[in-house]
């Protein structure tokens, strides 16, 4: 799995779109991007996922570059229920191989 | 049931005891794997089975931590003779074939004093 580089927190205020920055440059053509969250005290939740299309979901969106080098998870309008660590991983869909998280970005919506 | 069980949610032990830690995945899920989160951290992948295959163990930490899933279906994530250093929450996730969207449990949080 290629490796992805997230900041480790970030701020938003109530209402406001979060953007939040992945890295992942060194990404191969047939590696997805994914995003899941892991609210407080939960078990991690899948957010949404894509190969190089922008995709939108009842979530949020996630923003690939058209070199798929970098993308970005929008949730439009943060609420204080969207404070959580989000986590960006790269891999093969349909592979079989271990998935692996880094330490994610932890974001705290503030109201 | 409709999501991935775990069990126990909580189990408090003494050190040197061994526990096991139950998952339960989504039925018809041929992918389930074991995470360890320690207060404050990351995720810390364990292990990861897939169908009949040899399971990944690379991220097992000692030879004190093993895990087997039986039938394919259940897996038991056994830590023989803990240490206080275990004390984490132990997640459980599966993902159906051909797909690679992954399905957490709730955790089992070991306390081991």
């Known amino acids: 799995d290629a490796k992805t580089t997230q900041p480790t927190s970030m701020d938003c205020a109530e209402g406001r779109a979060a953007n939040l920055p992945c890295n992942h440059s060194?990404?191969?053509?047939?590696?997805?991007v994914y995003w899941y969250r892991q609210i407080h005290s939960q078990g991690p939740q899948y957010i949404i996922h894509g190969l190089k299309n922008n995709e939108t979901n009842e979530m949020a969106s996630l923003i690939i570059t058209e070199d798929r080098k970098s993308s970005t998870l929008i949730l439009p309008h943060a609420t204080l229920r969207d404070t959580a660590v989000y986590y960006c991983?790269?891999?093969?869909?349909?592979?079989?191989?271990?998935?692996?998280f880094g330490i994610g970005t932890k974001l705290q919506v503030i109201p | 049931g409709a999501g991935v069980s775990q069990s126990p949610s909580n189990k408090v032990t003494e050190k040197g005891k061994d526990v096991e830690l139950r998952c339960d995945p989504i039925?018809?899920?041929?992918?389930l794997y074991w995470y360890r989160q320690s207060l404050g951290q990351g995720l810390e992948f364990l292990i990861y089975f897939q169908g009949n295959s040899a399971p990944d163990k690379s991220g097992l930490p000692s030879d004190r931590f093993s895990a087997e899933r039986t039938g394919g279906s259940v897996s038991t994530l056994t830590i023989q003779r803990t240490q206080q250093e275990d004390s984490a929450v132990y997640l459980c996730?599966?993902?159906?074939?051909?797909?690679?969207?992954?399905?957490f449990g709730a955790g089992s949080r070991l306390t081991v004093l």
């Open positions: 991983i790269v891999r093969v869909t349909g592979g079989y191989q271990k998935v692996t």
């Open positions: 996730a599966s993902s159906p074939p051909g797909a690679n969207v992954l399905t």
């Open positions: 060194t990404i191969s053509g047939n590696e997805y």
């Open positions: 039925s018809g899920h041929t992918a």
